[in-house]
Each structure stands twice: as structure tokens, then as C-alpha cells.
């Protein structure tokens, strides 16, 4: 007789598509269309096979049920939430902070460590590709390297990656081959390992962005945030930007994915005046 485990799991409905979708859009903003019933469809069957249900109602009453719920959706979030990522994805992206950094060197502006959020972070490829072009700034200036870079991400799973900082080589393409060989170490294993010095300058914390509003209030120089937004409903991105906004020192920098949002607006923000990037420096002075 089949076991349990190899039998096939129904069809998800619509109407619990719909279901599954308002709790994921309630707790963390993320929005599902029906193109993506599938893959919410794969990823709650190999749950459910997992713990053994069959039902997709049985396991919807575990996840929204007390304590154990709770830690239910911990695992189910981690395996719904982690996005694809690279190093450099978006290489002109980076080497605007990197100008951006460089001209606040040159112009000695630079009087306070220079603090860094990588919003959306996943496994941590996005952040140390942040570290690899600021620490690039401070070693050419022959500065001591003082900066800090805050990875934030829903996935706990996706954060211990992160931790580690180790990749497989096909990772570690989208760099350059003086970034491989200066930042990272072949390992035993056929890993690459993100070097000591970048590792010690990033760390990582598990937080939604729907709650930024209770990480505590330290003022950024840059916020960057790609690929994240298209997750959200438009009004959703308005407001989560608005938030970000205002994390940032006077002069910081918030960076977006290119076109994930086409009518933000913020009093107090302006867009850069490049084609190949969408970031926006905050103009006027903090309200006290």
C-alpha cells in the first residue's frame, strides 16, 4: 500500500486560494495573484505532507490556532517568502551608493558612521554585495572602515543563510573577478565564504516590513529596498515607503527596484536624475 507521504495532495480551490491568500496579505502584505496558486499550492502541500495532513482546511486551522499556529507560520512564511536574490543584482544600483558614498568622502561630509538598512534581505547576497562597494570606498580613501549594514528579512530560514555567509560558485558570477578574490575564500567544501572583515560589518534581523515602525529609530544614510515591493498592493508600497522615508538622515538615499513604483511622491524626498536607477534623496531637515 502507498504511503501517506507519497499520495498526491488535491487540487487547491479557488476559494481557498482566496483564503490562503487574505491571511498571507494580512500578516505580512503579500499579495498572490491567481498566477501564483501553484506555486502556494507546492509549497503548503509539502508542508502538509510533512506533518501529515491531508486537508487543506486542517492545516489553515493549525497555522491561525494559538501558540502552535504561531510557529506553524513561522515555518510556512519561511518557505512562501524568500525571494529570488544575487550578488549586484541590479549592478547600477550599487555603484550609485558607491558614488554616493564616494562624494560624501570627498566632500567631507562623512562625520558619523555611515549606517546602511538592505531591506528585504534574504540570504544575504544583497547586503554583502552593499559591503563589498562601501568597504571598497573606505579602503580607498585609507580610512578606517566605519560602517554598519542592518539586513532585515520576514525569513528566519533565509536569515541563517545569511548568517553564514557561505555560497555556491554559481553565486558568486554576477561579481567581478577582483570582488571574488578580494572578498570571498574558496572553502573545503567548494563553497565561496564571504571574508571576515564584511561579515563582521553586517548583521541580520528578522522583522516585517508591515511593522518597521517598531525597529528601533536609528537614522539611516541609505536605505535599499529592490525587489521587494512588487510583492505588495500599490497603496501597501506607498506606505511602506513613506515609512522608509523617514528612517533616513537628512541628505540619505533610499534605492527601490527600477519601476516597482511609478507614483510615489514624498514631500520631503526627491528622485534622482537617472535612467538607470530609481532612488531618492531626502532633501529637508528631520521634524523634530
Not at 166 to 184: K, S
Not at 186 to 193: H, I, P, R, S, V
Not at 222 to 249: E, G, H, M, P, S
Amino acid at each position: 500500500m502507498m504511503g501517506w507521504s507519497l499520495r498526491a495532495i488535491v487540487d487547491l480551490s479557488d476559494s481557498e486560494f482566496d483564503l490562503w491568500s487574505k491571511l498571507l496579505e494580512a500578516r505580512a502584505g503579500i499579495q498572490l495573484t491567481l498566477a501564483q496558486k501553484s506555486l502556494l499550492q507546492s509549497q503548503l502541500a509539502i508542508r502538509m505532507r510533512e506533518l501529515g495532513y491531508e486537508h487543506y482546511s486542517d492545516y489553515y486551522s493549525l497555522v491561525t490556532d494559538g501558540l502552535q499556529g504561531r510557529l506553524e507560520w513561522s515555518i510556512l512564511i519561511d518557505r512562501v517568502a524568500v525571494k529570488e536574490t544575487s550578488f549586484f543584482r541590479h549592478r547600477p544600483s550599487f555603484e550609485y551608493v558607491r558614488r554616493y558614498l564616494q562624494s560624501k568622502i570627498d566632500n567631507r561630509q562623512l562625520n558619523d558612521s555611515f549606517d546602511v538598512w538592505s531591506v528585504g534581505c534574504s540570504t544575504g547576497e544583497e547586503p554583502y554585495s552593499l559591503a563589498m562597494v562601501i568597504n571598497d570606498c573606505f579602503e580607498l580613501a585609507q580610512l578606517e572602515p566605519y560602517y554598519g549594514i542592518t539586513g532585515l528579512d520576514i525569513s528566519s530560514t533565509a536569515l541563517a543563510k545569511a548568517r553564514l555567509g557561505r555560497y555556491l560558485p554559481r553565486a558568486i558570477t554576477q561579481m567581478t573577478a577582483e570582488e571574488a578574490q578580494r572578498y570571498c575564500t574558496l572553502c573545503n567544501d567548494g563553497n565561496y565564504e564571504i571574508a571576515g572583515k564584511l561579515r563582521d560589518r553586517v548583521c541580520f534581523t528578522h522583522s516585517n516590513i508591515l511593522q518597521v515602525s517598531e525597529i528601533p529609530n536609528v537614522p539611516m544614510d541609505v536605505v535599499f529596498c529592490q525587489n521587494l515591493l512588487v510583492y505588495f498592493r500599490r497603496w501597501l508600497r506607498r506606505d511602506i515607503l513613506n515609512n522608509l522615508a523617514t528612517r533616513l538622515k537628512p541628505g540619505g538615499l533610499l534605492v527601490v527596484g527600477l519601476g516597482e513604483v511609478m507614483d510615489w511622491e514624498h514631500p520631503e524626498m526627491m528622485r534622482v536624475a537617472d535612467d538607470k536607477i530609481q532612488a531618492y534623496i531626502r532633501t529637508e531637515q528631520k521634524q523634530q
